[in-house]
Nanobody, 122 residues
């Protein structure tokens, strides 16, 4: 499985972005696709996740209410729409696919995309 993340960029505080993660190759029907982010000199942290066979999303406390994760199985694409962005949201955003039962920790994910940079400026 290969994952391609896109949609990052420079946005002002309070703005919005939609990230996309497109999978290629064989994906398990029930696997989870998650978004993580990593700021400079910080650990990678969970942002949101969804399973290919479920519409129930998972969100970090910091993104709940400001982010919406969705999927389009026909396109093998997962979207992360983020609103009311803050400087603290700056970082490289990675998408990953893996264990549907372990969605909030990086160790549960097997395949990782290359990341897309989100910069929120004041």
């Amino acid at each position: 499985v290969q994952l391609q993340a896109s949609g990052g960029g420079l946005v002002q505080t309070g703005g919005s972005l939609r990230l996309s993660c497109t999978a290629s190759g064989h994906t398990a029907y029930d696997s989870a696709v998650g978004w993580f982010r990593q700021a400079p000199e910080k650990e990678r942290e969970f942002v949101a996740a969804i399973r290919w066979n479920s519409n129930s999303p998972f969100y970090s406390d910091s993104m709940r209410g400001r982010a919406t994760i969705s999927r389009d199985n026909t396109k093998k694409t997962v979207y992360l729409h983020m609103t009311r962005l803050e400087a603290a949201d700056t970082g490289v955003y990675y998408c990953a696919e893996g264990d549907p039962d372990i969605v909030v920790t990086p160790s549960g994910y097997i395949y990782w995309g290359q990341g897309t940079l989100v910069t929120v400026s004041s």
